[in-house]
């Protein structure tokens, strides 16, 4: 179920696996039961003040130096909770345990909290060489009202409720009309396409690339497990 008020199936938040190469299937993703998410963006600019820039006018200058550069984390804090986790494991001979099936059907199994946490410590414990462990990709669903042309999303206007918004996964890009340097775009060349809205809970969404900097967890003798994650947004590039 896709909403703005349920998210997709009551998730808001998910990591998926580098193996996850399906375009049609919610497999070789896990959903993270999210309490808050702090997006930051830091722009790297170098400023320098200018010499002698204040003696006439009384009032110093700085030049900026914009290389184009920028940092991008995102926080997330939550609760791991009893879940099922669906994986697919590729076209290898082993690939399959004893009642997996075909790499076509993947298998669903019911984990605990605590069993995620050990799981996805282990995931984190990996590299890019790993594609089955490695995750490369963070999903954030958010509600939405305008689409890629600054127009409305179909059956939306300005009197819609956020309850019909549309739910789109976030990421950098802007609205460029599907122009290579229009709209937002104008000065651009490439960059990430404007997502589109997410009309099936099994179906790709693509988030932000990067890797995991930090993943910690607290065991409290409760059924849940407590999280923090920490998320740089990058582009990985294997040795």
Known sequence: MVSSSAGIGGAWVF???????DANSDYNRIWLQAETVGITTGKTVAAFPVPFSGLVTGESLSLALDLGMASKTINISGVL?????????????DASTADAGTDDEGITRKMSAQEISQ??????????????QNMNELIIIYPSYINKHWEYHTGLDANSKLEDAKMMPFNYAVRDAGTVMGLDARGSIGGDDFPTPINSDTGEINGVKGFIRNFNTTFEGQPFVTFTLDFEVAVTIGF
């Open 15 to 21: 990591i998926k696996l580098a193996s996850n190469a």
């Open 81 to 93: 909770v009893e879940q099922e986790i669906k994986k697919k494991f590729g076209d290898w001979p």
């Open 119 to 132: 799981l996805l410590h282990s995931y984190v414990d990996s590299s890019f060489m790993q594609d089955q």
